[in-house]
């Protein structure tokens, strides 16, 4: 049982680079989210998706970009990575947009 | 600025003394969340609390929602070292279908 899955666990990626985190769950869950996590801010919404084919923005949607083009996958793209986006990316999925969130085990990126 | 507060930060506690986390938003919540983290690991689901005034236990916690459905807390009673780790809340506000997460409380218990 794999539940929810994120690719690279950890990435150090030079600035200007462009990178796309990944996610994965197998739980046929409708919604997925992208949060970012630092210290003392919590988790903060980068991007969401309600339903497949669908998208909206979070609380810190700048320099990112998401899709949605199936159930099971909601790839995050930085396009061109600055050092504040060093972070650490947890994605997470629930059923409905307003029920228990899974999360994944997060990706850990510095940008140098 | 964030939509959802939480207090304290930090918080050190003796094994077996009690603990509380408070969330509070200045806006009324649909209903509020609780996810629990441990150290290196990643958030997970405890509870949801949707009714006002509604109170909720799970063995030695208990999550309490205010009556004006705009504040929350989560009580520890008797603390042990295995609830070490930092606790969330999250709300959602009415006509926002997602939740807004609070900064957290890490909580440590020494032996």
């Known amino acids: 049982i794999a539940g929810i899955t994120q690719a690279p666990t950890s990435q150090i990626l030079a600035a200007g680079r462009r990178m796309t985190l990944r996610c994965t769950q197998d739980m046929r869950h409708n919604a997925m989210y992208w949060y970012r996590q630092d210290l003392g801010l919590g988790l903060r919404l980068i991007h969401y998706?309600?339903?497949?084919?669908?998208?909206g923005k979070g609380e810190v949607p700048d320099g990112y970009s998401v899709s949605r083009a199936n159930t099971d996958d909601f790839p995050l793209t930085l396009a061109s990575a600055v050092p504040s986006q060093t972070s650490v990316y947890f994605c997470a999925s629930s059923d409905m947009p307003n029920t228990e969130a899974f999360f994944g085990q997060g990706t850990r990126l510095t940008v140098v | 600025g964030q939509q959802v507060m939480q207090i304290p930060q930090y918080q050190h506690v003796q094994e077996g003394e009690d603990f509380t986390t408070y969330c509070n938003s200045s806006?009324?919540?649909?209903?509020i969340q609780w996810y629990k983290q441990r150290p290196g690991g990643h958030p997970v689901f405890l509870i949801q609390l949707v009714k006002s005034g509604e109170v909720k236990k799970q063995k030695r916690l208990t999550f309490q929602f205010g009556e004006a459905k705009k504040n929350s807390s989560l009580h520890i009673t008797a603390t042990q070292t295995t609830d070490v780790g930092t606790y969330f809340c999250?709300?959602?506000?009415?006509?926002?279908?997602?939740?807004?997460f609070g900064s957290g409380t890490k909580l440590n218990v020494k032996p």
């Open positions: 806006t009324t919540l649909s209903n």
């Open positions: 999250a709300g959602m506000l009415n006509n926002f279908n997602k939740f807004y």
């Open positions: 998706s309600n339903t497949a084919g669908t998208t």
